[in-house]
């Protein structure tokens, strides 16, 4: 069989708020940060495990980040809006602490990222985290991605079988960002190969971008 031309375009990650994919495991996520300026304080933190899509959130909020390992009280912020990613990295809880007052004085937003909640032993940094509001991005279930990844193979004009989905639904990496790898991926390959996207043709995008790193998000 002949196999057709596939161009290796080189892929790149996206973070426009069209590209978001909205589901219940990150609708008060979004929603909190499609709500600023009306936060009851400057700040906002959205945490969650890795490849949940913090860091879309965070790009969606505002082009200016930080991560927090990077952050020192020399950092003057450009924008009224910025991002510290990766609280759980944060070295210096001065810095912190004086970026929320830089913020305030801005009259502007601080959204902050984080795995887990974090907890300082800077008390006045603490309290400022307590009376910060708190979103959580849970991982989407089998459900959801299944109906994504539906969604974007019959954008790709792909007939797609239920078991497929369901083998990506519980064997792709469980982000949104690595899903969307893996459907085209797949979809690539199936265009090279001239054959219908199968389990088989699926195991072999969903090893092509784990190996990639694309479980990050």
């Not at 969604?151 to 792709?172: G, N």
Request: charged residues 25%; proline residues 5%; contains cysteine.
């Amino acid at each position: 069989m002949t196999k057709q031309l596939a161009l290796d375009f080189p892929t790149r990650q996206t973070y426009e708020r069209a590209d978001f994919w909205i589901a219940p495991c990150n609708q008060e996520a979004i929603s909190w940060v499609d709500k600023y300026p009306d936060w009851p304080t400057r700040a906002l933190i959205i945490y969650g495990e890795e490849g949940c899509g913090k860091t879309h959130l965070a790009a969606i909020f505002s082009s200016e980040r930080i991560e927090a390992e990077d952050l020192t009280e020399d950092f003057v912020p450009t924008t009224e809006k910025v991002v510290v990613e990766n609280l759980d990295h944060l070295k210096d809880e001065n810095a912190l602490f004086h970026l929320f007052n830089v913020i305030q004085e801005k009259n502007g937003g601080l959204l902050m990222t984080s795995r887990r909640v974090p907890v300082f032993q800077l008390r006045d940094l603490q309290t400022r985290i307590n009376m910060t509001p708190k979103a959580e991005i849970q991982m989407p279930d089998d459900e959801t991605i299944m109906s994504v990844c539906a969604k974007m193979f019959a954008d790709r004009q792909a007939i797609v079988d239920p078991t497929v989905l369901s083998y990506i639904a519980t064997h792709a990496p469980r982000s949104f960002s690595a899903i969307q790898r893996v459907v085209s991926v797949a979809d690539e390959l199936s265009l090279a190969e001239g054959r219908r996207i199968t389990i088989y043709l699926v195991k072999s995008a969903i090893e092509k971008v784990t190996n990639a790193g694309g479980a990050n998000a």
